[in-house]
């Protein structure tokens, strides 16, 4: 959630916030790398820097965010300041009108003023109090989803049962490469074209489309394992159900629900690219009724 946010901010941030300029706008300032500089006398709405440091002279009316740097504040920031790396001074006769969340203790100087409270990272985002029935009720969701996604992709395109089986039988390693490689490099590809302002809205709709790939990507893991254990004349349907039972089971093992879930969705990944290769490659059967006649043989 916190990823496609700032994606969507970014798509609407001006050109120099997204090639990480320095910039002097009057409302969201947006840098990826660099600097965030709101000077003496300028005011911003909101500010957010992903790596570098920060340094507030002016007014924020909104919120400061910095993911990765030092920051300083001399300036005024009426709402809240999180920094989830990096020191932070406050300086004499600042003014941070929210709470102040930071990852260690902050250098507040005497005459500074913090009008909310002081808070460490690790408490603000407890990801623990979302509690066990939130996790229980995302587990059935999902599970519902990729049930229904995994059987509509059998009925719609047979094929793939026993296309991405054999793919990942007989050609391993290039199932787990190719996957391993589509599931790390691609949000890579995406954050590279956030930072290219003509390309900000191809590497947001590649964002918005991880879910979902990697969701497919899981589904066909699921069935590559069901595979495994039933092998034809099975029923593809029953092989899909088995390999995905035991997957959604081991779901709820923490750490090793999400390890499960990131090898599944690669090996799934990889098996679809190596079946659609050795479909793309393969020549076309030329049919029966076009072969050609054989020539007659001439008589004795």
Same mark, same amino acid.
């Given at each position: 959630?916190?990823?496609?946010?700032?994606?969507?901010?970014?798509?609407?941030?001006?050109?120099?916030? /997204?090639?990480?300029?320095?910039?002097?706008?009057?409302?969201?300032?947006?840098?990826?790398?660099?600097?965030?500089?709101?000077?003496?006398? %300028?005011? !911003?709405?909101?500010? #957010?820097?992903? $790596?570098?440091?920060?340094?507030?002279?002016?007014? #924020?009316?909104?919120?400061?965010?910095?993911?990765?740097?030092?920051?300083?504040?001399?300036?005024?920031?009426?709402?809240? #300041?999180?920094? *989830? $790396?990096?020191?932070?001074?406050?300086?004499?006769?600042?003014?941070?009108?929210?709470?102040?969340? =930071?990852?260690?203790?902050?250098?507040?100087?005497?005459?500074?003023?913090?009008?909310?409270?002081?808070?460490?990272?690790?408490?603000?985002?407890?990801?623990?109090?979302?509690? +066990?029935?939130?996790?229980? @009720?995302?587990?059935?969701?999902?599970? !519902?989803?990729?049930?229904?996604?995994?059987? /509509?992709?059998?009925?719609?395109?047979?094929?793939? %049962?026993?296309?991405?089986? @054999?793919?990942?039988?007989?050609? =391993?390693?290039?199932?787990?490469? +190719?996957?391993?490689?589509?599931? *790390?490099?691609?949000?890579?590809? @995406? !954050?590279?074209?956030?930072?290219?302002?003509?390309?900000?809205?191809?590497?947001?709709?590649?964002?918005? /489309?991880?879910?979902?790939?990697?969701?497919?990507?899981?589904?066909?893991?699921?069935? #590559?394992?069901?595979?495994?254990?039933?092998?034809?004349?099975?029923?593809?349907?029953?092989? +899909?159900?088995?390999?995905?039972?035991?997957?959604?089971?081991?779901?709820?093992?923490?750490?090793?629900?999400?390890?499960?879930?990131?090898?599944?969705?690669?090996?799934?990944?990889?098996?679809?690219?190596?079946?659609?290769?050795?479909?793309?490659?393969?020549?076309?059967?030329?049919?029966?009724?076009?072969?050609?006649?054989?020539?007659?043989?001439?008589?004795?």
């Amino acid at each position: 959630m916190l990823a496609l946010t700032v994606a969507a901010s970014l798509a609407l941030a001006s050109p120099a916030g /997204a090639q990480g300029a320095d910039t002097h706008a009057k409302d969201e300032q947006i840098v990826l790398s660099g600097r965030l500089l709101v000077g003496e006398g %300028d005011t !911003v709405d909101s500010a #957010v820097i992903f $790596n570098g440091p920060a340094s507030i002279e002016g007014t #924020v009316t909104e919120s400061l965010v910095v993911f990765n740097g030092r920051t300083e504040i001399s300036g005024t920031v009426e709402g809240d #300041v999180v920094v *989830f $790396n990096g020191s932070v001074t406050v300086r004499s006769g600042a003014t941070v009108g929210g709470n102040l969340v =930071t990852v260690d203790d902050p250098n507040v100087e005497p005459g500074a003023t913090v009008r909310g409270e002081q808070r460490r990272v690790s408490t603000e985002f407890d990801a623990t109090a979302f509690g +066990f029935a939130s996790r229980l @009720a995302w587990w059935i969701g999902y599970s !519902v989803s990729t049930l229904l996604l995994g059987l /509509a992709l059998l009925a719609l395109a047979p094929g793939l %049962d026993l296309a991405i089986a @054999a793919a990942a039988r007989e050609r =391993t390693g290039a199932t787990i490469g +190719f996957g391993a490689g589509a599931f *790390f490099l691609l949000p890579i590809a @995406a !954050v590279l074209l956030l930072v290219i302002v003509v390309a900000i809205p191809l590497g947001l709709f590649l964002m918005l /489309a991880f879910a979902l790939l990697y969701t497919i990507g899981y589904v066909a893991g699921a069935h #590559v394992l069901g595979r495994r254990l039933m092998a034809p004349p099975k029923s593809r349907f029953v092989a +899909f159900l088995v390999g995905w039972a035991i997957l959604r089971a081991i779901a709820l093992i923490p750490f090793v629900g999400g390890l499960t879930w990131m090898i599944a969705a690669i090996v799934g990944l990889g098996a679809l690219w190596v079946a659609a290769r050795g479909t793309a490659s393969s020549p076309p059967a030329t049919p029966a009724s076009l072969a050609t006649p054989p020539m007659p043989q001439p008589s004795a």
